[in-house]
């Protein structure tokens, strides 16, 4: 972390400024925020910015090999398989615990990864809100694409992949009940910034290979869609009806196509070696012989999303039970480091996630961005530190 900033923020920090952000952000997007938001951005040194970027660059020199799919293609059910994939993903996500290393100081240690959007348009409102309301430095930088003018570069990047050479009008965000999802704001915000409109996949009208949406009466085709529904979700719904499948063959550009949501995952945990990726092993390589310190380790379902079927108490009985050990991985726990100093004098925990953008012209991916989530629980998300202070999504600063 950075003590300067921190110090300055912190000094600067009221209950009536922290009600004036929030009262800002839903003044601009009336009903929209429906998760909480932590009091402070997480401001982060040189020194550990180069350590996040550097696992980073591991993990997408493991992606980029050329062999990559053929690696993953386990990954993929079956009946989950959609036509017409990218060579690569357009997203990538990179989620890191912040964690105190054998030297004393901070270091990142991976969680999980995923080829698949997050709330890119949220991020870039949330960033610019916490440097207007508390006037934050201009040696703090959100946007690791221009140091100049972070906001325009980034709606750049953000229109080339997921715009295209399309007109807005044709691209549509695509979930199931969009205006009923937690990141509903990021639909609204992302349809301000961008001029596209987010579609419920059972206002999605197909004739043959065509898609099409409605809107004030009008009958529009679809050409890109930027995928923020995975299959998951629509398995929570048996009953709902569409008239278009994620996996029909028709006439669309994905942007964030559904089997990279599968390929980038916990799937690729195992293929990950290095001092900041914790111990990771598809279960079934155990072939039995499980690993003696079992309390250090957490059981996690490869399909199984959002943190749902984890379990933190593993015991050789659990382990020795399951019917498909292929489909599950052990991955040594690590111990997060409360290291982001509130304006009480405790300290919370931090997760940060690096945001990729990767068009399909580009032959690597290009970080854009990050956020960040505090708690004071044992685990990270939001429903598990309810009734809480300083804990929630935020932003992230870099020094220069």
């Known amino acids: 972390m950075h003590p300067e900033f921190r110090q300055s923020f912190n000094a600067a920090f009221t209950e009536d400024s922290y009600r004036k952000f929030i009262e800002k952000l839903n003044s601009d997007f009336p009903g929209q925020l429906d998760f909480r938001v932590a009091e402070s951005p997480v401001f982060i040194d040189r020194a550990l910015r180069?350590?996040?970027?550097?696992?980073?660059?591991?993990?997408?020199?493991?992606?980029?090999?050329?062999?990559?799919?053929?690696?993953?293609?386990?990954?993929?059910?079956?009946?989950?398989?959609?036509?017409?994939?990218?060579?690569?993903?357009?997203?990538?996500?990179?989620?890191?615990?912040?964690?105190?290393?054998?030297?004393?100081?901070?270091?990142?240690?991976?969680?999980?990864?995923?080829?698949?959007?997050?709330?890119?348009?949220?991020?870039?409102?949330?960033?610019?809100?916490?440097?207007?309301?508390?006037?934050?430095?201009?040696?703090?930088?959100?946007?690791?694409?221009?140091?100049?003018?972070?906001?325009?570069?980034?709606?750049?990047?953000?229109?080339?992949?997921?715009?295209?050479?399309?007109?807005?009008?044709?691209?549509?965000?695509?979930?199931?009940?969009?205006?009923?999802?937690?990141?509903?704001?990021?639909?609204?915000?992302?349809?301000?910034?961008?001029?596209?409109?987010?579609?419920?996949?059972?206002?999605?009208?197909?004739?043959?290979?065509?898609?099409?949406?409605?809107n004030e009466g009008r009958l529009i085709p679809i050409n890109r869609i930027y995928n923020r529904l995975i299959f998951d979700d629509l398995n929570n719904f048996p009953d709902f009806h569409s008239d278009f499948r994620l996996t029909d063959e028709v006439d669309v550009q994905w942007v964030g196509h559904p089997n990279w949501f599968f390929r980038i995952s916990k799937f690729t945990l195992p293929f990950l070696k290095g001092p900041y990726f914790p111990e990771t092993e598809f279960l079934s390589a155990y072939e039995g012989n499980y690993p003696e310190d079992l309390e250090n380790f957490v059981l996690k379902p490869l399909f199984s999303f959002a943190g749902t079927g984890v379990e933190l108490n593993v015991t050789p009985a659990m382990l020795a039970a399951i019917p498909d050990p292929e489909n599950y991985i052990l991955q040594r726990k690590v111990e997060y480091e409360p290291a982001i100093l509130t304006n009480d004098g405790s300290k919370v925990k931090a997760e940060i996630r690096m945001l990729y953008i990767w068009p399909d012209s580009r032959e690597k991916p290009t970080l854009l961005t990050a956020l960040s989530r505090l708690s004071r629980g044992k685990m990270i998300g939001v429903r598990f530190n309810q009734d809480m202070t300083w804990v929630g999504g935020s932003a992230v600063f870099f020094e220069k």
């Open 50 to 214: 180069d350590k996040l970027i550097g696992a980073c660059d591991s993990i997408v020199e493991t992606v980029c090999r050329p062999d990559f799919r053929e690696l993953t293609e386990r990954a993929i059910p079956v009946n989950q398989w959609v036509p017409f994939e990218n060579e690569h993903t357009s997203f990538l996500a990179i989620d890191f615990a912040l964690c105190r290393g054998a030297d004393g100081t901070l270091e990142p240690q991976l969680i999980e990864l995923q080829g698949f959007p997050s709330v890119f348009g949220y991020q870039l409102y949330l960033s610019e809100l916490f440097r207007e309301q508390y006037q934050l430095s201009d040696r703090l930088l959100y946007n690791f694409t221009d140091q100049e003018d972070e906001m325009v570069s980034y709606l750049g990047h953000l229109k080339e992949v997921i715009l295209g050479e399309e007109d807005p009008e044709n691209v549509i965000l695509l979930e199931i009940m969009p205006e009923k999802q937690k990141t509903r704001i990021d639909f609204a915000i992302t349809s301000k910034y961008l001029g596209i409109q987010p579609v419920c996949i059972s206002k999605v009208i197909r004739d043959g290979r065509k898609l099409y949406y409605k």
